[in-house]
């Protein structure tokens, strides 16, 4: 199996060898005659640690090697994440304007009840789009990613829910023919974890959006493009067994009124533990992403 090639020191080395997940370092990587993937994440977390962990994991889980590039705002400075983690291991879009990638991921951010344009960086990530269009062959979107790409590539709006949506949802797999769906269930579970939604009336009159997966409760799942250059997963498949749960933890610390996570802890009781049902369709929805859609489609050559 090849690995994900990841920074010498990265914090994630370790728990990740300690899951018995194989990963390389630059170093290893180099004495071998291949081309491997270049993969860029543009991650607006704010527990940047835990989210490179938890990308790191599933983009290990397949053949295909992988080299990573991490990138954060310029026009944002983290408040979560040390300093020296980020000059370490973080480029900014300057630093790469002028490289390509065959696949980039934008992760989810907390500014989910802010409209789009009052987000700080939002200028600086509309320009990251509309550079990703022409410099990357592949892209996923998660969560607010999701919406906000949607929003600034088709005009797709959004709304805010009547209570937060956090749990395990079932999913049913609308086309079973995308490479994207092989071999998945009819049905699965996703976790998610937000307080808006894209607009599905919206979604449905956009004739270059498909929805590949949808959910009665959740809504709209995973979309792509016709070309499918362009994957918008709602969800959170990278979640880890603890996520949700540190993430009501945190909710009701702060006194917020907040349901029990759906479907997430065994007879919905947090002190009976956690029902995991959701990883194996997340590794397979990783897994053909970067082999159907990414590994072979591009060239390579980056620059062609």
Not at 170 to 176: A, F, R, T
Not at 183 to 197: C, I, K, L, V, W
Request: proline share 4%.
């Amino acid at each position: 199996m090849s690995p994900v090639i990841i920074p010498e020191n990265l914090p994630a080395t370790e728990q990740l060898t300690n899951e018995n997940i194989f990963v390389m370092n630059t170093r290893r990587a180099t004495t071998q005659d291949i081309r491997p993937l270049q993969f860029l994440v543009l991650n607006l977390m704010p527990t940047k640690i835990t989210t490179e962990t938890q990308i790191l994991r599933l983009l290990s889980n397949n053949l295909i090697q992988i080299e990573l590039t991490f990138m954060q705002m310029a026009t944002y400075e983290s408040k979560n994440t040390p300093k020296s983690h980020l000059d370490s291991f973080y480029t900014t879009f300057k630093e790469i304007y002028n490289k390509r990638y065959d696949a980039m991921i934008i992760t989810g951010a907390p500014v989910e009840l802010m409209n789009f344009e009052d987000v700080d960086y939002w200028t600086e990530f509309t320009d990251i789009l509309d550079w990703a269009h022409e410099r990357i062959h592949s892209c996923m979107f998660i969560c607010w990613a999701a919406q906000a790409a949607m929003y600034h590539y088709y005009g797709i709006g959004k709304r805010n829910l009547n209570k937060k949506l956090s749990g395990i949802y079932k999913h049913k797999v609308i086309n079973k023919t995308a490479n994207l769906t092989r071999g998945f269930d009819d049905y699965f579970d996703a976790p998610h974890s937000r307080y808006t939604e894209a607009i599905t009336e919206e979604i449905r009159k956009q004739e270059d959006l498909e929805i590949l997966v949808d959910s009665e409760l959740a809504g709209p799942h995973i979309l792509a493009s016709i070309d499918r250059r362009r994957l918008f997963i709602t969800g959170h498949p990278e979640y880890d067994r603890e996520t949700l749960k540190t993430e009501y933890i945190r909710d009701i610390n702060k006194g917020l009124k907040i349901d029990v996570p759906h479907n997430y802890f065994i007879d919905d009781n947090p002190e009976k533990g956690i029902n995991v049902t959701w990883k194996s369709h997340a590794n397979l929805l990783y897994a053909n992403w970067i082999n159907y859609y990414v590994y072979q489609e591009t060239d390579y050559d980056l620059n062609k």
